[in-house]
């Protein structure tokens, strides 16, 4: 079970990098409904939450509830399992490599503005949910080289409202500006952690 989630976890990790990492980016906190479809046919529904650098995302994912918490500034992920109470603390050198452009600032009309390794070409506009968005094709150069993420952002908000990677799909709706309690970005009181060194090593010996 705990085998599971990590698995869970990481493939949402792969996919999400290269669209979360665009919204922290964004010059105020917000919350959305979020939907992940995955290449191997498996989805999830939740919740995203961000501000400052920080984000914390609630999915369903066959039939559990998972909740990741990234903090850029750290450089550190949180993985809870709220049913059983425990977390696992991941580096950022310990997550699968991202896909996605990096925590800065950045002009929404050119998003490789401030990126030396990824270059963007402008595909057109396209409304998603309602939101007139501009399509970008964002593709990797030197260490990303091969990476590539179709982004959809908002021209109100800024907010890259959809995304497409070869690993699968992420969209947001019903996207609520404003402050974001600084408490879904802590592990609850309570929580045991669990070694996640030890947990990885086994799950290589197992395969």
Known sequence: MIRRFAGCCIALGLILSGAVSLQAQMPGPFSADMKVEMENGMSSAGKLYFSDKKVRMEMNTMGRQNVVIRDESSKV???????????????AG????????????YDASNPCAMMTDMTCQKLGTETVDGNLCTKWQLTGTGERAGTK???????????????QTPRGSMELTNIQQGPQSASLFEVPAGYQK??????????????
Do not use: C
């Open 77 to 91: 992920t949180y993985m809870l399992m709220p049913q059983q109470r425990m977390y696992m603390e991941m580096p």
């Open 94 to 105: 310990a997550m699968p490599q991202r896909r996605g452009a990096d925590w800065q600032a």
């Open 149 to 163: 993420v179709t982004v959809w952002i908002d021209q109100k908000t800024g907010i890259p409202i959809k995304s």
């Open 194 to 207: 669990m070694d996640m060194g030890n947990m990885m090593q086994n799950m290589q010996r197992q395969h």
